[in-house]
């Protein structure tokens, strides 16, 4: 049988893993995950009781993949919705609840922006100009902030969609590629009116208003489960670091592990993280160099999740809302907190309260550099300011995730794919992908793992 060696355990790595298996029972598939467990940072676990996420917690329900691969899995009919589509963000050290009608941050309704109170009258009569229709197309893959100041300013950037796109990567939108890190503004950045143009987008949609978020009561490690379980006793290789790797004189490949063993392979999918991947292509190939280089350069941001569980009659302020963004303007520990317990309605106990708060972000890891006790302090004190916590919590954990969050700068999704079309030229059978390169989230993992089995899968039958 050929063999197919997957690199790295994540989302990207088993779906690749699952539709090889499934469309390609002839090959042999193996994957080596370089940790005590798969799924990279989809990660699940007990807490005050229940099973409450330790890293994202839901994922995009408007868009197929992760969805329709949940299904062909048998565990769609146990996908749950959040309870609230309302949430806040702490503009002046006040919670404000985000007025209806935004996309990824942008306002399309004006008269809920005023009424927000969340930027200034000025702020308000700045983005009513977009509607004007002046503006001017742009020149290729720009950054999410040239768009956003230059057609409804700087207030509606810093206020709502740097804190809103910032808390999806942990990143500074104002360098954060268009393309890669927000497409449905990428879709219409070069009409007159970007406010015009979200508007008319939305007008015309004649799909049947749907949840955009799906989660499960026992969290997102149930889909990697389901995925592992679903796959050949023994496909899935855990504590399994791939140290080099080396091409044979048939085409194939010798994958060493741990420095020891080494695994015969068809055909390789590399599916880890750039920074784990860049030295493994400058190994097998010195004249790949400038590949590698350009994956080791990618930037990455470390995020910590602290998890609270507090009373309710600790707290002043209703949580009456998934939770709340925070611009860095604030200049506080956290940089976002979902309120867990409201959000969903399975981790819902009268009298108690679990809070998920996100610390850190690209260019601040002072947050992580702090102990377990200093760093629930400090967000603690940001809870008491922003929500009244009145006592320390009952119960917390913290979950730390170095350099876990790719940073799409412009012209991203160009250089992501020379990388990889290079890399199979050089070597056919050898596949480059991951959140690394076209997409956060586990439709976009979901969705890059089948691209790479179905390529691989041709290329073994060519």
């Known amino acids: 049988m050929a063999r197919v060696v997957i690199v790295g355990g994540g989302v990207t790595g088993l779906a690749a893993a699952h539709r090889l298996t499934c469309d390609r029972p002839d090959l042999d598939v193996v994957v080596l995950e370089s940790t005590a467990r798969p799924g990279g940072l989809v990660s699940s676990a007990p807490f005050d009781g229940l ?41 002046g050290g006040v919670l404000r609840r985000l007025p209806e009608g935004l996309v990824l941050g942008v306002p399309t309704d004006l008269d809920a922006l005023a009424a927000s109170g969340i930027v200034s009258p000025a702020g308000v009569a700045r983005a009513r100009l977009d509607l004007e229709g002046n503006g001017q197309p742009f020149d290729g893959d720009i950054s999410v902030g040239e768009l956003i100041r230059t057609r409804v300013g700087d207030e509606i950037m810093d206020a709502l969609v740097a804190p809103l796109l910032g808390g999806v990567n942990a990143g500074d939108a104002d360098a954060l590629s268009l393309a890669a890190g927000a497409s449905q503004l990428a879709a219409v950045a070069d009409a007159p009116s970007l406010i015009g143009a979200l508007r008319a987008h939305a007008a015309a949609a004649t799909h049947t208003p749907s949840p955009v978020f799906a989660g499960f009561p026992t969290g997102t490690s149930t889909l990697v489960d389901a995925l592992v379980n679903a796959l050949p006793a023994g496909t899935v290789r855990t504590d399994a670091a791939v140290t080099s790797i080396t091409s044979r004189i048939d ?87 979902s309120f867990a317990s409201t959000k969903w309605a399975h981790l819902h106990r009268p009298g108690r309260a679990v809070l998920r708060v996100s610390a850190g972000h690209a260019g601040d890891t002072s947050p992580l550099e702090l102990d377990d006790a200093a760093l629930v302090e400090a967000v603690t004190a940001d809870l008491a300011r922003h929500v009244g916590l009145s006592r320390p919590p009952t119960t917390w954990r913290v979950n730390r995730w170095r350099n876990a969050l790719p940073q799409y700068r412009p012209g991203h999704l160009e250089r992501a794919a020379a990388w990889q079309r290079d890399t199979w030229d050089a070597h056919p059978g050898m596949w480059l992908t991951g959140a690394s390169f076209a997409g956060l989230g586990l439709p976009a993992c979901v969705r890059q793992g089948a691209e790479a089995a179905r390529r691989i899968g041709d290329h073994l039958v060519a």
């Open 51 to 91: 099973v409450v996420d330790c890293a994202a917690d839901a994922f995009l329900a408007r868009v197929p993949e992760a969805v329709a691969l949940c299904a062909e899995l048998g565990i769609a009919d146990q996908l749950v919705h959040p309870a609230t589509a309302s949430a806040m963000v702490l503009a």
């Open 251 to 337: 085409g194939g490949f010798s994958v060493v592990v741990n420095d020891a063993d080494t695994v015969e392979a068809d055909a390789v999918i590399l599916a880890a993280p750039t920074h784990a991947t860049g030295s493994l292509v400058r190994h097998l190939d010195a004249d790949l160099g400038p590949v590698a280089d350009g994956l080791g350069a990618l930037e990455w941001a470390s995020v910590a999740m602290v998890t609270l569980a507090v009373d309710t009659d600790d707290l002043g302020h209703p949580l009456d809302a998934s939770g709340y963004l925070v611009p860095v303007a604030e200049r506080v520990t956290v940089t976002a907190v």
